[in-house]
């Protein structure tokens, strides 16, 4: 079993900067895809990001592509999602979510563990 457990929510004004994490415990991560996902009140959760086990090829959601940053440190078990230039409609509970195999790492089917998530408001 994999528990994930993400930290550096909280509350930023529209154009600001975050730094998300995401620590693994219970078993090494370096060999799984992870990825981040969001859901806003109201809304059905969506793909934000996602990185392969070794780190050299990344994924994006449209919205997100050229502000946020996903990135991950094996070594401490732990992967990150920087956010840029923030914007209201950004506010959602982000996750964090392990994949040991995909087909498609954007689809939130294809994980298998998830993170009880942090709360991320930007206000305009």
């Known amino acids: 079993q994999v528990q994930l457990v993400e930290s550096g929510g909280g509350l930023v004004q529209a154009g600001g900067s975050l730094g998300l994490s995401c620590a693994a415990s219970g078993r090494t991560i370096s060999s799984y895809a992870m990825g981040w996902f969001r859901q806003a009140p109201g809304k059905e959760r969506e793909f934000v990001a996602a990185?392969?086990?070794?780190?050299?090829?990344?994924y994006y959601a449209d919205s997100v592509k050229g502000r946020f940053t996903i990135s991950r440190d094996n070594a401490k078990n732990t992967v990150y999602l920087q956010m840029n230039s923030l914007k209201p409609e950004d506010t959602a509970v982000y996750t964090c979510?392990?994949?040991?195999?995909?087909?498609?790492?954007?689809?939130?089917?294809?994980?298998?563990?998830w993170g009880q998530g942090t709360q991320v408001t930007v206000s305009s």
């Open positions: 979510a392990a994949a040991t195999t995909y087909y498609r790492i954007s689809h939130s089917n294809d994980y298998d563990y």
């Open positions: 990185i392969v086990w070794s780190g050299v090829m990344t």
